[in-house]
């Protein structure tokens, strides 16, 4: 394996950490909290420490990591000033800098952070149990509050217990369907258009 050079005025990034320091801003005024598993690809995915991130076959014949994304990127086009932030497990293991590695360029830069953040919730056994344990509106919901942005929408197929006052800022997915969904793309185009729209009017 070939060694990797890092420029020398920049900051080495720990790639094995659950989360690296997001880029300059870390809120916008539209954020969208992305899953990976059951959105952008069906949610049959398990970790092994030396195989990695994969899809069992045996539950999801045929289905591959990622197989759905093209389907967000098709949905942010007319929306450049949409951020991301990462909300998934994905964020621990196998960390925020090597799931955003899996992305396209184009939307991995669209990525201001996620919602597991060391310095937050810490990186000891304890918290990161606690954070798992936490319900997953929960988690970006206290992102939300971090962040501050002025609107925010959650893709998402852990909804069981999405409380009513935040259902308008919920696309919800199943998890066997994802973003393949033709009904959760356009819900996801809807509320888009229509949260831009507010921001625009504000704006203006």
Not at 24 to 38: C, N, Q
Not at 39 to 51: A, E, G, K, N
Request: glycine residues 6%; proline residues 7%.
């Amino acid at each position: 394996m070939s060694k990797t050079v890092r420029p020398p005025i920049a900051k080495a990034i720990d790639l094995s950490a659950p989360y690296f320091e997001a880029p300059t801003p870390r809120s916008a005024d539209l954020v969208l909290y992305v899953d990976f598993d059951g959105v952008l690809q069906h949610q049959s995915v398990f970790w092994h420490p030396r195989r990695g991130v994969f899809i069992s076959q045996k539950e999801a014949p045929g289905h591959s990591l990622f197989e759905w994304t093209h389907h967000l990127e098709a949905a942010l086009v007319n929306y450049p000033d949409v951020r991301l932030v990462l909300s998934s497990t994905w964020c621990i293991k196998p960390g925020y800098g090597k799931a955003l590695k899996r992305l396209p360029i184009a939307l991995r830069a669209r990525f201001i952070g996620g919602t597991f953040h060391r310095r937050v919730h810490s990186a000891d056994p304890w918290a990161l149990d606690s954070f798992r344990r936490t319900p997953r509106w929960l988690q970006i919901w206290n992102d939300v509050k971090r962040r501050k942005p002025a609107h925010w929408l959650a893709l998402d197929d852990d909804v069981g217990d999405w409380p009513a006052e935040h259902q308008s800022n919920l696309v919800a997915c199943d998890g066997n369907t994802g973003l393949s969904c033709l009904r959760v793309q356009a819900e996801l185009r809807d509320k888009l258009e229509q949260f831009a729209g507010q921001d625009n009017a504000s704006a203006g």
